[in-house]
C-alpha cells in the first residue's frame, strides 16, 4: 500500500539524512493521518492518491507566487519538495488515452448526456481523477464533445 511505502520512506530518509525528503514525505504522512482522524477511517490508496494530488496542486500554486514574486530560494525548495511528491504519484494517461476514456464515459452515458451534458463533467472526473488531472479532463472534455 502506498501509505506504507510513505511510512518505509520517511525512516530510510531519516536515517539518510536527506531532510528535504525527511520533510515532505512526514508533511505527507500527517496529511493522510489528519484524513484518516477526520473521517475515522483507514484510507485507500485512492484517496491517499487524491491527497497527494491535493499537495501537488498546493505546491504548483507556491512555485507559481513565489516565481512571480522573485524568490528563487523558495523556487528551489519547493520544486525539490515536489520532486519528491511525483515520485509517489502514479504517472499520468496520455492524451490518446484520455481522449478515449473520455469517448467511452460519453458513450456509455449517451442518455445522460443528451438531457445534462453537465452531469458528464462529475462522472468524468471521478472515474478519471486518479489517472489524469481534473485540468486535463475537462479540457478533454470540452474537445471531444459534441457540442
Known amino acids: 500500500m502506498l501509505k506504507q511505502k510513505l511510512q518505509t520512506d520517511q525512516i530510510t530518509a531519516l536515517k539518510s539524512r536527506d531532510q528535504i525528503r525527511l520533510d515532505t514525505i512526514r508533511y505527507i504522512v500527517s496529511q493522510i493521518k489528519n484524513k484518516e482522524i477526520n473521517t475515522q477511517k483507514e484510507l ?41 511528491l511525483l515520485a509517489y504519484l502514479p504517472p ?18 449517451k442518455e445522460l448526456f443528451a438531457t445534462k451534458p453537465q452531469a458528464l463533467i462529475g462522472i468524468c472526473v471521478k472515474e478519471l481523477k486518479a489517472k489524469a488531472d481534473p485540468a486535463r479532463i475537462m479540457q478533454m472534455l470540452k474537445k471531444v464533445s459534441p457540442n
Open 44 to 84: 485507500t490508496d485512492e484517496e491517499v492518491v487524491s491527497i497527494l494530488q491535493k499537495i501537488k496542486k498546493e505546491l504548483h500554486e507556491s512555485i507559481d507566487s513565489f516565481t512571480k514574486g522573485g524568490r528563487t530560494d523558495l523556487v528551489s525548495e519547493y520544486q525539490k519538495q515536489l520532486d519528491v
Open 92 to 109: 499520468e494517461m496520455s492524451d490518446q488515452d484520455l481522449e478515449l476514456s473520455v469517448k467511452e464515459l460519453i458513450e456509455k452515458n
